[in-house]
């Protein structure tokens, strides 16, 4: 952890500019305003408490956990689906070819060994 006094270093003690100081409380004040915790909903504990209920039901089995899929955001992906590309293959149906990966070139040889006098 770096200490905050070298991220303030290079700010002078200037007074800042009063415009900017207005500005500065104006918007603190426009987005101040009182915090009621209860707005806001804690979905963790929630996915908590049924992981504890399920392996309290099973009373020590092992409990396979349901996955849900996300959904598709129409966007392409590098991402290979493992098993369906070897449900495919054992099917016989052909997947496009990868593209070959380009010559590596040798590694230099080792200098040897310089002997002690």
């Known amino acids: 952890v770096n200490k905050a006094a070298?991220?303030?270093r290079?700010?002078?003690n200037d007074k800042p500019d009063a415009d900017l100081?207005?500005?500065?409380?104006?918007?603190i004040a426009k987005k101040s305003g009182e915090f009621d915790a209860s707005d806001y909903h804690n979905?963790?504990?929630?996915?908590?408490?049924?992981?504890i209920?399920?392996?309290?039901?099973a009373k020590g089995k092992r409990v396979l956990e349901d996955v849900e899929e996300p959904a598709d955001?129409?966007?392409?992906s590098n991402v290979i689906d493992l098993m369906a590309a070897l449900k495919a293959s054992v099917d016989?149906?052909?997947?496009?070819p990868a593209k070959a990966a380009p010559a590596k070139k040798a590694p230099a040889k080792k200098a040897p060994a310089r002997k002690r006098a």
């Open 6 to 8: 070298n991220y303030f």
């Open 10 to 12: 290079d700010v002078g």
């Open 21 to 27: 100081l207005d500005l500065a409380e104006t918007l």
């Open 43 to 51: 979905h963790y504990i929630d996915a908590l408490k049924r992981v």
């Open 53 to 57: 209920a399920k392996k309290a039901k």
């Open 73 to 76: 955001t129409g966007r392409g």
């Open 92 to 96: 016989g149906k052909k997947t496009a």
